[in-house]
């Protein structure tokens, strides 16, 4: 199995709530988890000394905040590129909300067109909440991007979260979805049967396993268990879309 989206730091939670590498490992023991993919963690170089120690095991995601070089657009283009060949990580990781930007905003286009040019996918925040305005993490906006860039690799995070029926509606488009949040949120509310045939809306081709950790992955593992899924559609969701887009060149 793979986790599609974690988080580590060398903080704790002001509850107390453990992000540490070692946390990380010892959830990934726990539930079987062979590989994942680090989100979003202190900073580039403490994900890239994280992911070091364990590259059988992990990647790891860059982030930039574009809006400290808004008149030098092309600043963070040179960071992906040195997170890439000199830090080893493995994709970029975009979180709208914390920014207050839209992911389509004219500032993101020079490090969306680089991301494209390297051939690394771009994960995306999406689960409309604050910080910011509510709308900023919609899926319209992606749906922007994939269609500006064709040739990019887009990872929907939390399935768009209330917005999950726009989500459903993007196939065909060069976007897969990661399913924390979003999935548990839908067969809370609507029922297990509305959760999976959203999935299949989407696509079980196109979608993947994720926790947000150190959110709990148990209450998600249980509601996919219960899905009528085929072993080949779970092997899917669980694993192999994962491998495909974000372990193919580890």
């Not at 995601?61 to 963070?76: E, I, N, W």
């Not at 299949?200 to 396993?209: E, F, P």
């Amino acid at each position: 199995m793979i986790d599609g989206h974690v988080n580590v730091s060398s903080q704790k939670y002001e509850d107390g709530t453990d992000l540490s590498p070692d946390a990380l490992l010892a959830y990934m023991d726990e539930y079987g988890i062979e590989k994942a993919v680090v989100a979003l963690g202190d900073d580039n170089e403490y994900i890239s000394q994280v992911v070091s120690k364990h590259r059988t095991r992990l990647v790891g995601l860059a982030s930039f905040d574009v809006r400290q070089t808004y008149f030098g657009m092309h600043k963070p283009c040179k960071g992906l590129e040195k997170a890439v060949s000199q830090l080893g990580l493995s994709g970029l990781k975009i979180h709208p909300s914390n920014m207050g930007i839209r992911p389509d905003d004219l500032s993101m286009m020079p490090l969306l067109r680089k991301a494209a040019d390297m051939g690394i996918p771009v994960m995306i925040h999406s689960n409309p909440w604050g910080p910011g305005f509510y709308e900023t993490s919609s899926p319209q906006y992606i749906d922007h991007i994939a269609r500006i860039f064709p040739d990019l690799t887009i990872v929907m995070a939390h399935m768009g979260g209330t917005r999950f029926l726009d989500t459903a509606k993007m196939t065909g488009l060069n976007i897969w979805v990661e399913t924390s949040s979003g999935l548990e949120e839908i067969a809370q509310i609507f029922g297990i049967r509305t959760a999976e045939r959203v999935l299949r809306k989407i696509g079980l081709n196109k979608a993947m396993y994720g926790s947000d950790f150190p959110l709990p992955a148990k209450p998600q593992l249980k509601i996919i268990n219960k899905m009528r899924l085929k072993q080949e559609e779970k092997e899917r969701l669980l694993h192999q879309n994962a491998e495909s887009v974000f372990f193919k060149q580890s």
